[in-house]
């Protein structure tokens, strides 16, 4: 147990944010979560540089028949090289995610904020809009949306990014709701801060911790959505390199060719667990940040 | 009271639903080409064509069109598929029956097993069983359903035990429950797709129920912990916690598309998959209109158990 | 082990604790071996500030420890002792005790009470649970009796009531009739009182008193309420930071403190006749003292007060005017023309006028729902939506702040209730106190530092708190950085809406030691809202009592307290609990 002269003496001018990750990386699962995650993206980054110097081949080219155990994990379906693709079919997943995740942060917390600190007609129209775009599941609206503009790259982004908002929002506003009732913008409005100011200075820099458990958990979901979208066959289009479609390609052949599969499906599944691990210990940390500032 | 929020809810319900058909419609119109063409294909004589628009009533003002259609929907006329030219009604009716099959069989499994686990992690926090549940639950509220999905088919049906038929394959026109070997592995998907959530939320809302101040008064009068627990703390956790059961039922609407195209299951995520590789928007529209109000129905219901079991808004409150 | 104790009084104690000691799980000492005995029929009030230990105390007798808090160690003992030592029993033999032979009050019955069950089931449940009475219409029989011991209804369709139909003086008569229901020997009481209003209290502690005589129940009444400590108890132990510091007869305690700790709580506590002089306190929290002695200290006070030059800017020498003759002298720093604000069909403001000198002070009194807050909020221009008018040096002001010119939001300043909610807990002490200057267009940053550091020096922080954040102050701290924001621009009127109600007694006392001396020193006129009728003689030199949007009482401090008009002003100062 620390002092509370050493807590004192130990630089207070240090930003409340960096003490949440600092709360965050203290627990060992955080840690485990971070481990998992770079590995993986290390893996998609790295993987199209590295692969035709590790395998000798690229990602799309026959390098023989089909299901044969040619190179470290075989051939695919198409006798195209599995591990080739594997290193080569991580980049734009992850890309694509991030992009979605952000689009859809970006739109959702403004959106969330301004509802909440407008309040009134504002707010219950555009969470009366909020609720029309909840009523469609996200999987069903990409697939409206893909059906009339076609699989394409900033679609998928687009769409992921759109259907995230409304989710994004409504945490925002209700975490923004249980800010603004406090008495320092009361206080601020009194000394006329202009709104955009408040909502800025006094009010983004409380909501970090729910906004940024809620990234976290946005961008668990781009990444199955991603990869789903792929899988379904209406995502990444062929021949093009991808986890989500390759195990939508080998599947049926689970038996001759396991890797073709197994390979994209941990990847995704070791990712998945790793942001999540990352975002749950985050979201405890943040937890117990606010029990701490209200003693 | 009770009845005019019940009402204003309902009413706000049908709203949404109007809107959401307006969106599912206008899609529609973005679409470009002649849909009466893409049904006929690049041959089709003038007649034929304009016989066709005719029937699809391409010919109408894009309101009269809207009317038709949604009016459609209420007479279970959904319009005709574009890719095989026969009535949307005919093509799905068996397919809602399966996906309603299976979704019902998740949810039967799911929200009592979540409400249980949950209370149980929540009374044994910080003991082995609830460490269990939360790793579990979290590593399985990460994972996309096709991953959960494929893990188990590696695991049932094709390397280590092989005893599940990894896919379904009743003969056309029979009925998926005929055949219950083949809904086991898609049921169980489901399943532990879903219930990690109720879990969570069960488990969260009960730490909190718990520690609150009603709960330690019912301690400090003597009431026994098995009563303190089932009489005062779990029904306050079971609001908050239907609303995280409306979503998830609401969720699986959409998740079950991924499930039923990994299984091959003849239910309308399946329909769905084939009808946007077709782009065949009548059955696209159908199928997201018909999920849009399934949402908004188990939503409103969700209002309602929220709505009944609160006191405060069941009876007026006095001085 | 308990002959130390006993030796006073020769009946049978209720209870007895001994070197009752308390970890957390982090394993600090936060009770640190205290020992009291309760007579049976009698109530020993365990008094202390917060984080003293005292609820922790209370709770332990009942062999009950929060989260966070591991199990006691130290002996208490019911009656003949034969029960056992309650700390160490088995939960099965613990549980047939609570409730039955040692029950509890809780403090905020609105939290305590099970939301969703009917308020007769309640009550029912603990009969049920230890088995008093042999069926539930014997069990219905005394429910309906405690109700009416308790002087609530006790019809079967006030039975059927939710706690939620319930106003917050009868929600907590349910739980002292839970609390009685079964026969009880000891009865722990958890700060009952507090959040009601004044004239509820009085009933509560009435009933309280009653029911404890009858019964011949031992009580430990626990409170930070000294007031109240006077009103009820006939024993009273003092505690601070884990440890029982006095203990005695409440006369003696309240009238002949020993200890060193008990006299400067003695001091801090406001007294409505303004025979005390709150302020001058020792230091009890680290505050600092008062250098000059306010206005209504002791009565020959303005006489010694050579440390103010202008000797008729003190508050206290200030003429007893009526308000009709203040109204012909000098255009008044603020007045209000009948001043109205409904929402919907509930009229919160309805006619208020009145107005305010320079360097006056005005205590604006009323309970909760009397409309103060919104008053004050609209004279600040928090809320734009009253009508009538405000009027400031003689010019009517715009509704809302953002409507008001820079200046007169410079001359207007207000400080909020809750110091933990009024600052912004991610910016530093520096930069929440620097917004209002760079409102009104200071840009340059080492002037501002330069600014703020003067106010955070009057209201003695000084230069060490700037960088700091909220969160690294306790409660009189931010409370006073809280009114440095509100002095940086050098106002003309401080309006200050509660300021001191969520604070401790003792910071209670140095908060309003700064105010007197900033009116002093800066001439300020002040506003200060408050529930709180005894602080009256301590801040104000005019009062004005606020019911239901109306002021039903106005004028000088000692014309309302020793003349009240209003049969609600003398309602209130009834019931004040005092101890003179």
């Known amino acids: 147990m620390s002092t509370v002269e050493e807590v004192v003496a130990q630089d207070p001018v240090v930003a409340r944010p960096p003490r949440l990750l600092a709360r965050m990386m203290r627990q060992p699962q955080a840690k485990l979560g971070m481990v998992l995650t770079l590995v993986v993206m290390f893996l998609a980054l790295a993987g199209p540089l590295l692969t035709p110097w590790l395998t000798g081949h690229t990602s799309t080219e026959f390098t023989g028949r089909p299901f044969t155990d040619i190179g470290i994990f075989g051939t695919d379906n198409l006798g195209r090289d599995v591990f080739s693709r594997f290193l080569d079919g991580g980049l734009r997943l992850i890309v694509y995610a991030a992009l979605a995740t952000a689009l859809g942060m970006v739109v959702g917390v403004a959106v969330g904020m301004t509802a909440a600190y407008s309040g009134g007609r504002v707010d219950a129209l555009i969470m009366r809009g909020n609720d029309v775009l909840l009523a469609l599941p996200q999987l069903v609206f990409a697939l409206l949306a893909i059906t009339v503009l076609g699989p394409q790259g900033w679609v998928l982004v687009v769409v992921i990014g759109i259907t995230h908002a409304p989710r994004i929002a409504r945490v925002t506003r209700s975490a923004t709701a249980a800010v603004i009732t406090e008495d320092y913008i009361r206080a601020s409005e009194m000394y006329a801060v202009p709104k955009w100011k408040i909502l800025l200075t006094e009010v983004l820099p409380n909501i970090t911790g729910p906004l940024m458990v809620e990234l976290g958990l946005r961008m668990t979901y781009s990444i199955g959505f991603v990869a789903a979208l792929s899988f379904l066959g209406l995502g990444m289009q062929p021949p093009t390199a991808d986890w989500g479609l390759m195990i939508n390609e080998s599947r049926i052949a689970l038996v001759v060719q396991p890797w073709g599969v197994l390979l994209p499906v941990a990847a995704i599944a070791v990712l998945t667990v790793g942001t999540n691990l990352l975002t749950d210990s985050l979201a405890r940390a943040s937890a117990d940040m606010n029990v701490g500032n209200k003693k | ?319 | 082990m308990t002959t130390n104790t006993m030796d006073h009084d020769s009946v049978a104690s209720a209870l007895c604790a001994t070197d009752v000691r308390v970890q957390t799980d982090a394993g600090v000492e936060i009770l640190h071996g205290v020992s009291f005995t309760l007579q049976p029929g009698r109530i020993l009030a365990l008094v202390g500030e917060s984080g003293s230990g005292k609820t922790t105390a209370g709770l332990a007798c009942m062999g009950h420890f929060r989260q966070g808090l591991a199990k006691g160690t130290g002996t208490v003992h019911l009656g003949d002792g034969e029960m056992g030592n309650i700390l160490e029993l088995p939960a099965a033999q613990l549980r047939g005790l609570r409730g039955k032979t040692i029950s509890y009050v809780p403090q905020d019955p609105a939290l305590s009470l099970n939301p969703s069950m009917r308020i007769g089931e309640q009550i029912t449940e603990t009969l049920r649970v230890h088995r008093v009475g042999a069926t539930d219409a014997e069990r219905r029989l005394r429910v309906t009796e405690v109700l009416a011991e308790v002087g609530l209804a006790n019809d079967p369709a006030y039975q059927r009531r939710y706690p939620h139909q319930l106003s917050g003086g009868q929600q907590q008569r349910v739980g002292i009739a839970m609390a009685f229901a079964c026969r009880p020997s000891v009865i722990v009481l958890d700060e009952p009182t507090t959040g009601l209003d004044v004239t509820t209290q009085a009933v509560v502690l009435r009933t309280i008193d009653e029911l404890a005589a009858r019964h011949q129940v031992a009580g430990l009444y626990i409170t930070h309420d000294l007031a109240v400590v006077a009103e009820i108890a006939d024993e009273v132990a003092v505690m601070l930071e884990g440890d029982i510091v006095e203990h005695g007869a409440t006369d003696q305690v309240l009238f002949a403190p020993q200890h060193s700790y008990t006299r400067r709580l003695l001091a801090a506590v406001p007294d409505l006749a303004g025979k005390r002089r709150v302020g001058q306190v020792e230091a009890i929290t680290g505050e600092q003292p008062l250098i000059v002695p306010g206005p209504h200290g002791i009565p020959d006070s303005t006489s010694t007060t050579p440390l103010v030059d202008d000797a008729k800017l003190l508050p206290g020498t200030m003429p007893r005017t009526t308000p009709a003759d203040t109204a012909a002298e000098t255009t008044p720093l603020l007045r209000l023309r009948d001043l109205s604000l409904s929402y919907g069909q509930h009229k919160v403001l309805d006619g208020i006028d009145f107005q305010l000198r320079e360097g006056e002070s005005m205590m604006l009194l009323g309970e909760s729902g009397s409309g103060k807050t919104t008053l004050s909020r609209c004279v600040a221009g928090l809320n734009d939506a009253y009508t009538g008018s405000i009027e400031l040096f003689g010019e009517q002001l715009a509704t809302g702040t953002r409507s008001r010119s820079s200046e007169d939001r410079r001359r207007i300043q207000y400080v909020f209730q809750s110091p933990f909610s009024s600052l912004n807990p991610r910016r530093t002490i520096a930069e929440s106190v620097g917004v209002p200057l760079q409102m009104s267009g200071i840009n340059d940053k080492h002037r501002r530092r330069m600014l703020v550091l003067e106010a955070l020096d009057q209201v003695r922080l000084g230069e060490r708190f700037m960088d700091r954040r909220p969160g690294d102050l306790s409660g009189g701290e931010r409370q006073r950085a809280a009114i440095a924001r509100a002095l940086v621009n050098a106002p003309s009127l401080l309006v200050c809406d509660e300021i001191t109600s969520a604070l401790d007694v003792s910071v209670q006392a140095s908060i309003l030691d700064l105010l007197r001396t900033l009116q002093t020193d800066h001439n300020m006129s002040m506003l200060f809202v408050t529930h709180n009728i005894a602080l009256a003689r301590h801040i104000s030199q005019r009062l004005a009592v606020l019911q239901k949007g109306k002021i039903v009482d106005f004028g000088t401090t000692d014309d309302v307290l020793n003349n009240p008009q209003h049969s609600y002003t003398q309602e209130l100062l009834a019931n004040v609990p005092a101890f003179d």
């Open chain 2, 1 to 319: 009271m009770i009845a005019k929020m019940i009402t204003k809810r309902l009413l706000v319900s049908l709203v949404i639903l109007f809107v959401v058909s307006l969106l599912v419609f206008v899609a529609t119109l973005l679409l470009p080409g002649d849909p009466a063409q893409a049904i006929l294909g690049q041959q089709a004589t003038p007649e034929r064509l304009e016989a066709l628009r005719e029937q699809m009533n391409l010919n109408d003002p894009v309101w009269v069109r809207y009317f038709t259609w949604i009016g459609g929907l209420f007479t279970g006329n959904l319009g005709y598929s574009a890719a095989s030219g026969g009535p949307v009604t005919a093509l799905l009716s068996d397919r809602i029956q399966a996906s309603l099959v299976l979704m019902g069989l998740a949810a039967l499994i799911s929200i009592p097993v979540g409400i249980v686990v949950g209370t149980f992690s929540a009374l044994k926090r910080g003991r082995a069983f609830d460490h269990a549940a939360t790793g579990t639950t979290l590593v399985l509220a990460s994972l996309p359903e096709f991953v959960i999905g494929i893990g188990l088919v590696a695991l049932f049906s094709t390397s280590v035990f092989k005893i599940l038929p990894s896919v379904t394959m009743a003969p056309p026109g029979e009925a998926v429950w005929n055949y219950p070997v083949q809904l086991v592995l898609p049921t169980i998907t489901l399943v532990l797709v879903v219930t990690p959530y109720i879990v969570r939320m069960m488990r969260g809302t009960m730490l909190e129920v718990m520690n609150s101040g009603f709960v330690e008064m019912a301690r400090l009068k003597g009431v026994p912990e098995r009563q303190v627990v089932l009489r005062h703390a779990v029904p306050h956790a079971l609001a908050p916690v239907a609303q995280v059961i409306a979503i998830q039922l609401a969720w699986m609407a959409g998740g079950v598309v991924v499930i039923e195209f990994l299984f091959r299951y003849p239910g309308i995520g399946q329909a769905l998959v084939d009808a946007v590789n077709n782009r065949d928007v009548q059955v696209v529209q159908a199928i997201s209109i018909l999920i849009a109000a399934a949402y908004i129905v188990v939503n409103l219901l969700a209002d309602l158990v929220g709505i009944l079991t609160n006191p405060k808004l069941r009876t007026e409150k006095a001085s």
